[in-house]
């Protein structure tokens, strides 16, 4: 590789660094991102619409205890001896010359302009109350899995917040290992035109240089892709994403290892009303069966001119209906309940047990983490102490540039590799904090 590549190739990763540093970088904490995700994600403006549909759903049962009115107005004009008669007696303008024979079989038009206002008044329609007490729980069960989606959203802005605070500590590991490599190579190339080297150790340290450019130019770039799925989470368009500025990435204190799995968790809250829920619909097909009664009334204004209200009448009543058989309807109906509260069972239960197991491996986790993470540091620890070492014998002419390189690439895979299981523990940590929080 030519002065004049290694120049362009600088020269383009210089312009590609400018380019992300003069985007808007804002810094944010994770508090202030778990806030307004809480109100503008999209997920969580989804559950609360769906929350506020089942509660008009609810307020649709009202029925069951409130009257019906309704008003109605009508114009009619007919030839029909029946109804042209009724119209004349619902009028009240019949006279003793409309009972001839001809006006009754062959009458001319008549007209009638009735205004009837009709009231419907349920009494005992059992099966309607348990539907109602159905859609109550039903509203219930919203709530929670409103609640529930906005923990998991908060889970979700922790893992997307940890993870760009791992990329931008990658890029700091990064910056500092290129700087390294740099130094090396401007010795290497120095004693290169000494004569104290080969071409090969050159070589080596100009690849070593080009493969950390290219690893710091793709932390760049998972900069970019993190802040915008920070911004995703949080509700803003990416059309002009923000580059987000963090808290550094430090490991957080976990005090899990004693967690049970609790059994008032949003979603499980809301399996369980669920359940209820289904409960009361199957109620209510079996109460399907039994006699409703209602009561009625009907008031109405009878005239042969339009507008007019000259004669008033009223019928009031009360309907008992027992629908002793429905081809089989309602005892399907029953059958599909309860079938399908069995099923509710069977699903809370399933919940319940995979939430035990998920819980389990991630008390598993956060321990092979803590493990981990003691290891990488002491990893570290001991890269750095051979760097070191190797740094001053190479200077002595003692071990070659290679061994340098290697050295140098074995602290920033530690670091690295300590800054991974950082981020991964810590993200455990969260995911462990939602699978036991209560509602």
Do not use: C
């Not at 150790?201 to 802040?227: F, G, H, M, P």
């Not at 049970?260 to 069966?289: F, G, H, Y």
């Amino acid at each position: 590789m030519n002065k004049a590549t290694i120049y362009l190739i600088a020269v383009g990763f210089l312009m590609y660094s400018i380019a992300i540093d003069a985007q808007q970088r804002n810094y944010i904490s994770m508090k202030d991102v778990i806030a307004i995700a809480s109100k503008n994600n999209t997920n969580v403006q989804i559950a609360e619409l769906d929350r506020r549909i089942s509660t008009a759903n609810y307020q649709q049962t009202d029925a069951v205890f409130l009257p019906q009115v309704s008003v109605n107005y009508t114009a009619m004009t007919t030839n029909n001896p029946l109804n042209a008669f009724g119209f004349l007696l619902q009028q009240g303008i019949a006279t003793s010359q409309d009972f001839e024979p001809s006006k009754l079989n062959h009458p001319s038009g008549t007209q009638n302009y009735g205004t009837s206002i009709d009231a419907k008044l349920p009494i005992f329609n059992l099966d309607l109350i348990y539907a109602r007490k159905g859609a109550k729980l039903q509203q219930d069960v919203y709530k929670y899995k409103s609640a529930y989606t906005k923990e998991y959203i908060a889970f979700e802005v922790k893992k997307a917040y940890t993870q760009l605070q791992f990329t931008y500590l990658l890029k700091q590991i990064l910056q500092v290992t290129l700087a390294d490599v740099n130094q090396i190579n401007q010795v290497v190339t120095n004693y290169y035109k000494q004569g104290l080297v080969q071409k090969s150790d050159v070589l080596n340290a100009q690849v070593q240089v080009n493969t950390v450019e290219s690893a710091l130019s793709r932390a760049e770039s998972n900069i970019l892709n993190a802040s915008e799925r920070l911004s995703l989470l949080t509700g803003n368009t990416l059309q002009e994403p923000n580059v987000y500025l963090t808290d550094s990435l430090t490991q957080e204190l976990s005090e899990f290892q004693n967690a049970v799995l609790p059994e008032t968790r949003s979603d499980i809250l809301a399996m369980k009303t669920a359940l209820d829920a289904s409960k009361m619909m199957a109620k209510s097909a079996n109460m399907a069966v039994l006699p409703k009664i209602n009561t009625f009334g009907n008031y109405q204004f009878n005239d042969s001119k339009m507008f007019g209200f000259n004669k008033n009448s009223y019928m009031v009543g009360i309907s008992v209906v027992w629908n002793l058989f429905t081809g089989n309807q309602n005892s399907s109906k029953i059958k599909s309940a309860n079938y399908a509260t069995y099923k509710m069972k069977k699903e809370l239960d399933l919940l319940i047990d995979k939430s035990h197991l998920e819980l389990n491996k991630t008390l598993r986790d956060l321990t092979d983490f803590e493990i981990e993470i003691k290891k990488h540091d002491r990893s570290v620890e001991q890269a750095t102490e051979a760097l070191r070492i190797l740094k001053n014998r190479y200077r002595e002419g003692l071990v070659s540039t290679s061994d340098v390189l290697t050295a140098r690439a074995q602290l920033s895979q530690q670091r690295i590799e300590l800054a991974q299981a950082v981020m991964s523990y810590n993200v455990t940590k969260y995911y462990t904090e939602l699978l036991t929080s209560n509602y």
